[in-house]
Structures are given as C-alpha cells and as structure tokens.
C-alpha cells in the first residue's frame, strides 16, 4: 500500500487524538454472537481470536485477513450509519476512540441497548492480552489462548533478543507533504522499545504531529522509516533526505514497512515489530 490521501488522512486522525481510550471491557451479556468492528485492528483481533464469523459489519478498510472483506460495511470508521448499524441487529458494538463514530452512534446504541465497548491497544503486550479478551466475549477461548500465547512468545523473544544491544534512534515519516511523524503513539514506540529503539519525536505529547524537515535534521536519527513497501518510493524517500542533508539517508539507512501492519495496534504489528528489529540491526552493524 502506497502513500497519500489514506495517510495524510491517518496522520491527521491521530494529531487528533490526544489520549488514549479504555481498553476491551467485558460486557454483560458474553458470550456475544453479532458484533460490529468500527476499526481495521479489532476485526483483526477477532480472527485472531477465532470470533471472525461474530463479526457482522466492519468499517471501510476493514480488509484483513481476506475473509473479512466480505462483511457488510456500516460506514468507514468516521462517518457510519447508525441505520445500517441497527439493521445488522448487532448484540455489541467495539469502537477504537470513544470519538468520532462512536461518539455519534452512543445515543443510539444506548437506546437500542447495544454495548459499546472499546479496543485500544497501547503497548504490544496489549495485543495477545485483547485477543484473550476477545475470546471471552465472543465464546471462543479454545482459538484465542493459543493464539494469544503464540504473539506473547514472540513480543518475549524480541525483547530477550535485544535487551542488550546499542540503542538506535528512529524517524518515522506518516506523510509528506506536508510532512507528519510518529510522535508519542505508545504502541508503535514500544514496538521500537523492544527492538532498541528510540523516536526522536517521542517527546511531542500527540500520537502523530506535523513537523519540518529543519526538526528531522536538528534530531539527526539513525534511522528512516516510512511505510512504503516500493523499492522506488523508498528509492525516492532517500533521495530526498538525503538532497536535505540527512545522514541516515546518504548511509543508506532507509527503510520501508507496511503501512496495515505499523499502523494497526493488532496482531500484525507484532510483525512489524520483527520488521523494525530487522533494520535496526541492519543499522548496528553498519555503524556510524
């Protein structure tokens, strides 16, 4: 997946976010049958959690794993119908943000006494901990405790694998232009945590904020991130840090990552995390 409008769009979805929503609450009436996903990352964890066929609509973009571009969409995670919400005769609604669509659709819900609940993964241990959490609400333990247990041995092994190793600070650009970063999004920096790595724009309070090209140079990282998975976009990305005078960018340390998986708190983003200790070693071992 490629830059643009989605992430320009993104970026600015999570300047907008300035804290951090509960995480996935049990309601009263589990196990539950027909829920709908008001984001990508908890229809994610649902099939993780073996409650994929529980999913009865989903938001625009809502497209892995494949099975799950065949559920109904009710909207696309902004503006969503509450009509074709109700129609889907849901038992639970799971939101990301207590903003935004569900802010809108908690009036309704709450007269039509449907739960809304949320799912916000805030660091990596969250993930295998929400999908444990799906399996409860949705009757489906057997799936999600050995799922759960497999992500968990993973986020352990990256953490074991590079407790020790140098630190390695990290750029990682959402957009541009106008250029947007990662700032103090808690789960993409513990993903960089585990693998030894530090954001330069960590210390901005936001998930995400826009910055400019003079910041970048000022903090000088190691590393450039974008999520590109083309050889010519990142071809192109380098280039043009490298024509700004960024280090990183002459030493060749520019690296591409999928967008779905860096920017989705779900069971993917602890292949990312893989992804990032994979280049921050690279880093190492080309040194300064």
Not at 12 to 39: E, H, Q
Not at 133 to 153: E, I, K
Not at 215 to 224: G, M, T
Request: proline share 8%.
């Amino acid at each position: 997946m490629r830059g643009g409008s989605f992430l320009a769009g993104l970026a600015a979805l999570l300047a907008a976010l300035a804290c951090t929503a509960p995480t996935l609450a049990a309601g009263s009436a589990a196990p539950y049958l027909r829920a709908i996903s008001l984001a990508p990352h908890i229809t994610e964890l649902a099939f993780a959690a073996g409650a994929g066929g529980h999913i009865a609509g989903t938001v625009e973009r809502s497209d892995y794993p494949p099975a799950a571009r065949t559920i109904t969409r009710v909207g696309d995670g902004v503006a969503v119908s509450a009509e074709a919400v109700l129609a889907l005769r849901p038992d639970l609604v799971i939101a990301w943000h207590a903003s935004g669509a569900a802010q809108r659709l908690s009036p309704t819900l709450r007269g039509a006494q449907v739960p809304l609940i949320y799912s916000a993964p805030a660091s990596l241990d969250d993930i295998p901990a929400e999908i444990l959490r799906m399996g409860d609400l949705f009757g489906t333990g057997a799936a999600a405790r050995p799922a759960s247990q497999a992500l968990a041995a993973r986020i352990n092994a990256l953490r074991a694998g590079h407790a020790q190793k140098p630190p390695v600070t990290v750029f990682i650009e959402i957009s541009s232009p106008p250029l947007y970063v990662v700032a103090r999004d808690p789960a993409i920096n513990d993903a960089l945590k585990a693998c030894g790595g530090i954001n330069i724009f960590a210390d901005i309070a936001a998930p995400a904020a826009q910055a400019s090209a003079e910041s970048v140079l000022l903090r000088q990282p190691d590393v450039i991130i974008a999520p590109y998975t083309s050889a010519a976009d990142i071809a192109r990305l380098r280039e043009r840090w490298e024509r700004a005078g960024l280090a990183a960018a002459s030493q060749g340390q520019v690296y591409g990552i999928d967008p779905d998986e860096l920017f989705r708190p779900g069971p993917r983003l602890v292949d990312a995390a893989e992804t990032l200790c994979r280049y921050l070693e690279q880093a190492r071992r080309a040194g300064p």
